[in-house]
């Protein structure tokens, strides 16, 4: 199963300071203790993976690694279980050839340019924006290059030397006795990170890595006719890439917000209308509200609650298209709940006109299902 991000968790965003993934974990860790939920199994497992995203963020080098390589970077060792290739093997095959003969085969690790993580950005906009398009500014998290050195890592600006503690290898191996025999452990060097490389005097600000965490203001242009999950993509956006690698993409995610009147499926609009009995029965010109103003619509005499009428072109453009969508307007009948005594007179001298029992439509109703 995939495992959910630790800030999502947590319920925090990925700037949140010690304090505020303290205050955060004691709150979710209160509501989902398997003593606060005895016999709950999704609350058990709920509270575990709290507890893993908080043992990770609260150690600042685990959450940088997780900030960069996200859940891959703690593979090997982090705050989840272990498996094969999380003892540094790549699986069931090396293993084998450990055991049985003697050798032990290390990955490689990557040590040229990196492209930076891709970032996603939900962002929940009005009707009319999406109907007519807007810029709107948006503010993200992310990792940005530090100001203090300049993103080299250096407080003097002195170039990376071979690690002290990989010598260079970016693996660190530890040696393990077990019942098959030595064991031999191979683990990202937590020092320089995989790199092979360290600072001789890094800076303070960043710890040598060249990027402090921080947030950065962007303005996203939201094109006429864009719906809720609609992806917005923005090359170059995402976070900086390693070691002169290319930066990642930014997702902007579009969500609409409920509108009191008006609602939507694809690029049609949908709403409801009230108008009298006397409207429904005579007919009349009314004024309905659409995303471009005020229409009139003809209301035929003998309406019925419930008919639809379409007004063309006046919903949402589409995207690829000079066209737009209709919108359906859906008419209902409304019965005036206090009558004067003129209009009760009134309505008492229209059911006399209207004739006796086989006038009235239940009666029809009913005749039909008899005879059916």
């Not at 003593?35 to 993976?49: C, I, L, W």
């Not at 956006?237 to 990642?248: K, L, T």
């Not at 003809?298 to 063309?312: D, E, I």
């Amino acid at each position: 199963m995939e495992k959910r991000d630790y800030y999502e968790l947590l319920g925090v965003q990925r700037t949140a300071t010690a304090e505020e993934l303290k205050k955060a974990y004691r709150q979710q860790a209160r509501k989902w203790h398997p003593d606060v939920n005895p016999g709950d199994k999704s609350a058990e497992e709920t509270f575990k993976e709290i507890s893993e995203a908080y043992q990770v963020l609260s150690d600042d080098n685990k959450r940088t690694i997780y900030d960069r390589y996200g859940h891959d970077g703690l593979s090997g060792g982090g705050a989840g279980g272990m498996g094969f290739d999380d003892m540094g093997f790549g699986g069931f095959g090396d293993l084998f050839d450990m055991f049985f003969t003697g050798g032990t085969r290390a990955r490689g690790r990557q040590r040229g340019p990196v492209r930076g993580s891709d970032l996603r950005y939900d962002l929940e906009i009005t009707f009319a924006d999406a109907a007519f398009g807007k810029e709107a500014e948006i503010e993200i998290p992310t990792m940005l290059g530090c100001e203090r050195c300049g993103g080299t890592g250096s407080r003097s600006g002195s170039q990376p030397v071979k690690c002290s503690m990989c010598n260079g290898s970016g693996e660190v191996r530890q040696v393990k006795k077990t019942i098959f025999g030595q064991m031999v452990n191979v683990t990202t060097c937590p020092q320089c990170r995989g790199t092979g490389r360290e600072m001789p005097d890094p800076c303070r600000e960043c710890g040598g890595s060249g990027q402090v965490r921080g947030s950065k203001k962007l303005k996203v242009s939201i094109p006429a006719g864009v719906d809720s999950g609609q992806k917005l993509r923005l090359t170059g956006e995402g976070e900086q890439g390693e070691r002169g690698g290319p930066a990642g993409d930014l997702y902007v995610v579009i969500f609409l917000k409920q509108h009191e009147f008006f609602s939507r499926d694809g690029q049609d609009v949908f709403c409801e209308i009230p108008i009298s009995f006397v409207q429904a029965a005579l007919g009349d010109k009314i004024e309905v509200p659409t995303l471009y103003g005020k229409e009139i619509l003809k209301v035929p005499s003998g309406t019925q609650t419930g008919m639809v009428f379409r007004l063309r072109e006046k919903g949402f453009p589409h995207l690829r298209g000079k066209h737009k969508g209709d919108q359906h307007v859906r008419v209902r009948v409304v019965t005036p709940e206090k009558l004067s005594s003129k209009q009760k007179k009134l309505l008492e001298d229209f059911r006399a006109e209207s004739g006796n029992d086989e006038n009235r439509p239940q009666k029809r109703l009913l005749n039909k299902v008899e005879s059916g």
